[in-house]
Every structure is written in structure tokens, then in C-alpha cells.
């Protein structure tokens, strides 16, 4: 299992992916999810993959070669020529289909789903930044400003932190703090996701970023923001009072009746007729 996620934003992008392949008793392994694809001054883009990782493999290695004929122009297209990111979208899409082409039928006879998911985003010299969701029969769907993230694999622990802070206006500090919050969530709550983390920071119109970091367990910042999250969590879990069942004492009683729904009925003997 895995967990990645990307945020488009006005300010830039933020791209956040673990390392857990699989995860056991006895049998832990580690991946990069994350490719950055860069030419600086003229494109930027980053790749982030979950799934079967024989077949993520096969398309991340496929994808700097593939190619996809123009229709307008007949000009034969990659990743590092094509003129906008729906484009490279497309070329990513027809990696993945390429792959299930060769390998579908044998991973189906053996019981194996292709099973892919892709998140690739960036910006191209000449159009704004833009970020797409491939899925694996190579099809996509792209961010707008009412979905600005987007998550593969794992991804339940770390949504609500990312549906409370995030907005297409969120400067880019405050979501790369909430994308690894995020992170934080869903290593506490499962296990089948870990360390080390890639993360890649990318400002609007910069066509480059210095901002790529591996993070694993020797990092200050994000040991620090572990350990804060857990103690704020946990005094504004105690700053909450608890259900006051009189009435008496609070000024917002659990004990009243509901305005819309019906009350519950509690059965107190069985009907007549039945068996005791």
C-alpha cells in the first residue's frame, strides 16, 4: 500500500508520496512513488504512482519514451516536446495502456488486477499549472478549483486534515504543511504506509524547483510537527466538554429532542406472541 498526494494551488504545487511497497510481520519493502521530470526555464512536472509496482514500474520507465502521434500535425510526441501538460497526460495515458497491451492478459491469467492509479502534474512553458488523475485504462480527470488535491492509495486518514485547510488560496507553506499532516495521519493509522517520504515544492512560473527533499525518521521538522500535532490534538480534544446529560451545566445539551429526525424507539418487552 501506499500514499500519495498533490495539491494545485494559485501560488504552485505540492507533491507528498511515501515509500512502503508491501508490509508484514517479517516483510517490509520500500519505493520511490515519486519522478520529477524537469527542464529547467522551460518545464516542470512530477509523477507520483500506487499500485501493482511491476506495472507503476513499467509505465514510469515506459513514459520517457513513449510516444503519441499528433493528429493535427502528425508530429510524433513525448513528455519532454509536447506543448502542454493535457498533452503529456495524454502520453502517461498511453503508457498505461501500452503496458496493460503487453502484460494484462498474462497478470489476468495469473490472478493479478492491473491495478494503477497515477498523479502527474506541473507546468510547460506557454500555459498555466494543471494537474491530472490517470487511472489505469489511461483515462484521467483533472484538478479544478472545487477538487485543488488530489490522493491515491491510502488516502481516508489523511483527507479530512486536507478538506479543512485546503483552498486554491492556501499559499504554499501553510499546504506543505498540510500535506505532510496528512502524511502524519495516515502513518499513525496504518501501518502499510511508511518512511522514508518524498516531497517536491513547486512555485507558479518557475519552471524549476529547489524545493525536493527525501524526509525520513532524522528529520527536525517533521518530527516536530509529529509531536506537535499529537499534543494540539490533544488539549483541543480536552478544551471540549464532555456530553452533559442533565442539562444543567451546559449551554449546548446533548439531551434534547431532534428538530428534524424522529426520536429512536426503545423496545422495552417483546411482542405479544413471541418466545421469551
Keep these: 500500500m501506499t500514499y500519495c498526494v498533490a495539491i494545485k494551488l494559485h501560488a504552485g504545487l505540492v507533491f507528498l508520496s511515501d515509500?512502503?511497497?508491501n508490509a508484514g510481520l517479517d516483510q517490509i519493502g520500500s519505493s520511490r512513488k515519486m519522478m520529477v521530470y524537469e527542464n529547467p526555464g522551460e518545464r516542470f512536472m512530477v509523477l507520483l504512482s500506487a499500485?501493482?509496482?511491476?506495472?507503476?514500474?513499467?509505465?514510469?520507465e515506459l513514459l520517457e519514451s513513449q510516444q503519441l502521434r499528433d493528429e493535427a500535425t502528425g508530429e510524433l510526441l513525448t513528455i519532454w516536446n509536447v506543448r502542454s501538460m493535457f498533452d503529456a497526460a495524454r502520453v502517461l495515458g498511453a503508457a498505461v495502456r501500452h503496458v496493460y497491451e503487453r502484460d494484462g492478459a498474462a497478470l489476468s491469467r495469473s490472478g493479478v488486477d492491473f491495478n494503477i492509479s497515477l498523479l502527474l502534474g506541473g507546468q510547460i512553458q506557454g500555459e498555466s499549472m494543471r494537474l491530472f488523475q490517470v487511472y489505469s485504462a489511461g483515462n484521467?480527470?483533472?484538478?479544478?478549483n472545487e477538487t485543488p488535491y488530489f490522493q491515491i492509495g491510502e488516502l481516508k486518514y489523511g483527507k479530512p486534515v486536507l478538506d479543512r485547510?485546503?483552498?486554491p488560496c492556501t499559499p504554499l507553506g501553510e499546504a506543505t504543511k498540510c500535506a505532510l499532516l496528512s502524511m502524519d495521519s495516515t502513518l499513525k493509522s496504518n501501518l502499510s504506509v511508511g518512511l522514508p517520504l518524498?516531497?517536491?515544492v513547486y512555485e507558479n512560473n518557475s519552471f524549476t524547483s529547489d524545493k525536493v527533499i527525501c524526509i525520513d525518521t532524522s528529520n527536525p521538522y517533521f518530527r516536530m510537527l509529529h509531536d506537535s500535532w499529537d499534543e494540539k490534538l490533544r488539549q483541543?480534544?480536552?478544551s471540549i466538554e464532555d456530553p452533559d446529560w442533565s442539562g444543567a451545566n451546559s449551554m449546548a445539551s446533548i439531551l434534547v429532542q431532534p428538530g428534524q429526525a424522529q426520536a429512536l424507539r426503545v423496545c422495552s418487552r417483546p411482542p405479544r406472541g413471541t418466545p421469551v
Design 140 to 144: 484521467f480527470i483533472e484538478a479544478t
Design 236 to 238: 483541543v480534544f480536552d
Design 198 to 200: 518524498d516531497l517536491a
Design 51 to 60: 499500485g501493482n509496482l511491476s506495472i507503476t514500474q513499467s509505465v514510469r
Design 165 to 167: 485547510v485546503i483552498t
Design 19 to 21: 515509500s512502503r511497497t
